[in-house]
């Protein structure tokens, strides 16, 4: 029995030991579920710890950028590069005279958007400026308008005084910088050979633009720091322009006003459209005057537009009777005829359906060369053209450099027209030896005539005398026709003048040789010449026998004559008066 208790103790035991063993192991078990929760949980905080310090770290990247941006956005606001216009170069005369200089100015500019009442400033700034004119006062008020616009122009190139009064307001953003004013002190005289700047000082015609380079200069510069109402702190780096260069011209500023002077009353006491004049040294090709008229008053350009250009360069024309010196000269050279040679002239001449007339009514006479030009008869000139015939006629015509420009230093300079062999009609050896059917320049005619006057000599017309240190005096020259046939013709025109139809040219004490010009005006699209419309012209060279100035006159569509005889002669005899005595030419 003993036995069998114990047996069953061993066996009772042993189930409870399996169940402590059991418990323990439910233990064990529970132990290691609690642990695994424990380290998830630590690495989920680890995680989100990781997450947390990617975001600030990104955050605080995005910070640092935008503070850089911000830095940046700032310095740009607070520092402005500033352009410092150079000072242009002044035009002067022969003499030194002021034709176009810089005058100081300043330009009023604004910052739209540091503007708190934009309207209340854009009238507080017309008030100041005194911009009284509706457009120019709407146009500020738009341009001040804009929310965001980090820069609009007030005023360009106003008057020191007015900018200052602008300043004085003490808006935020609105300040000034330096320019200049172009000025014309002749206001309005040379014009069209002077040209105009426009407002930002770019040469835009004429000298101003033919030199606009040598005038500009180059720009400097400077680097400042302003305050945020825009005011200027201090400056950081500066670079300072270099003035444009003084451009030096032939023209006599006394000799080129009288010249207008003249003009605008043969304009006037004519009723005539317009009319232009040169003045050039036969010798050095230098021009002394060169007028248009009517003038651009004030060297207020675009006003009238037709009358803008120097047309003593820029329009062609057709010549008439003046270009009979280049036939005659061209059959002299040729040896076809002597100025004694002598031609039976009947009243008329008709080829093909184009018949010839001379100025004023005559008979059947007998001319000598001379007389032909001391008379102008358009039928000997006819006949000495026809003598010449086409290829020596069109050889001449080259040869005194029709057809392509003289070279003068100006822009826009034409050509002129002269019709090829091959385009000529049957009609065209009748109207192109007395100067018709065939188009010229003011200056060509100028440059032909003075060949003549510098016995046989052509030399390149020139406006320019000097640009900045460097003298402009080469004078270009080539041969056209030997001496004595200059000398010849010379004295032909003499007579033409002393007993001719340029007796209006006359001055006492000196010799004056010319010859007149009644030009029919070609109608537009080839219709043929016009019945009322004429060009009178005259040019002449003084003293006759040894030349120091040629003058020439073209008036357009005068009313009361049509006669270069009674309409330009006389103007050419007071501009050359009042040159010889300018310049000091004896008797």
Not at 73 to 84: G, M, N, P, Y
Not at 230 to 250: C, I, N
Not at 537 to 557: K, N, T, Y
Request: include cysteine; charge should be positive.
């Amino acid at each position: 029995m003993a036995a069998g208790v114990s047996g069953r103790r061993r066996a009772t035991g042993r189930r409870g030991g399996g169940l402590r063993s059991l418990s323990r192991v439910a233990a064990r078990g529970g132990g290691l579920a609690g642990g695994r929760g424990v380290d998830g949980r630590i690495r989920l905080l680890r995680f989100v710890f990781i997450v947390f310090l990617v975001l600030v770290g990104g955050k605080a990247v995005a910070l640092a950028s935008s503070s850089e941006n911000l830095t940046r956005i700032a310095l740009e606001q607070q520092t402005a590069s500033v352009v410092l216009p150079a000072r242009r170069g002044a035009i002067l005369d022969r003499n030194g005279r002021e034709l176009a200089v810089g005058k100081p100015a300043l330009t009023v500019f604004a910052t739209p958007y540091l503007l708190d009442d934009r309207k209340a400033a854009a009238r507080s700034l017309c008030v100041a400026l005194q911009i009284t004119k509706k457009k120019e006062r709407r146009a500020l008020e738009k341009a001040l308008a804009a929310p965001r616009s980090g820069f609009a122009y007030v005023a360009r190139i106003v008057d020191p005084a007015l900018a200052k009064a602008a300043l004085a307001l003490d808006l935020p953003g609105v300040g000034a910088y330096d320019e200049e004013e172009r000025s014309y002190p002749l206001k309005g005289s040379a014009a069209q050979v002077l040209g105009f700047a426009g407002v930002d000082g770019n040469g835009l015609a004429g000298v101003e633009m033919e030199y606009d380079e040598q005038l500009a200069g180059v720009a400097g510069s400077e680097v400042i720091v302003r305050d945020p109402a825009g005011h200027t702190l201090r400056t950081v780096r500066e670079t300072q322009p270099a003035s444009g260069q003084t451009v030096r011209l032939t023209l006599d500023e006394d000799i080129q006003y009288t010249a207008e002077d003249v003009l605008e009353h043969t304009v006037r006491s004519s009723s005539a459209t317009a009319a232009t004049a040169i003045v050039m040294d036969p010798r050095s090709g230098e021009i002394l005057a060169m007028a248009n008229v009517p003038k651009v008053k004030d060297n207020a350009f675009g006003r009238k537009p037709a009358f803008d250009r120097n047309r003593c360069v820029t329009d062609i024309y057709e010549p008439g009777s003046i270009f009979k010196l280049v036939t005659v000269s061209g059959a002299l050279a040729d040896g076809l005829v002597k100025p004694g040679t002598k031609f039976t002239l009947p009243p008329s001449l008709t080829l093909y359906d184009r018949t010839i007339n001379e100025s004023h009514a005559r008979g059947t006479v007998t001319y000598s060369v001379r007389e032909i030009l001391q008379w102008s008869s358009n039928v000997g000139a006819v006949t000495i053209g026809m003598k010449m015939g086409k290829g020596r006629l069109l050889k001449w015509m080259d040869a005194f450099g029709f057809a392509r420009p003289t070279g003068v230093d100006f822009p826009g300079e034409a050509a002129g027209i002269v019709p090829p062999a091959a385009q000529w009609s049957g009609t065209s050896i009748v109207n192109i030896p007395m100067g018709q059917g065939i188009a010229v320049t003011p200056i060509q005619m100028a440059v032909a005539f003075s060949t003549v006057a510098n016995n046989g000599v052509a030399v390149k017309p020139r406006l320019i005398a000097q640009v900045g240190d460097a003298v402009y005096d080469d004078v270009v020259k080539r041969r056209v026709i030997p001496a004595s046939v200059a000398r010849a013709v010379r004295s032909m025109l003499a007579t033409a003048v002393a007993a001719g139809t340029g007796a209006k040219a006359q001055i006492p004490g000196y010799e004056v040789a010319g010859k007149t010009g009644t030009a029919e005006k070609a109608l537009p699209g080839g219709g043929g010449y016009s019945k009322t419309d004429y060009v009178a012209s005259f040019i002449g060279m003084v003293p006759a026998d040894h030349p120091r100035l040629v003058v020439l006159v073209a008036v357009d569509s005068p009313r009361t004559s049509i006669y270069g005889g009674d309409i330009a002669a006389p103007a050419v005899q007071k501009i050359m008066r009042f040159a010889l005595q300018q310049l000091e030419i004896a008797p």
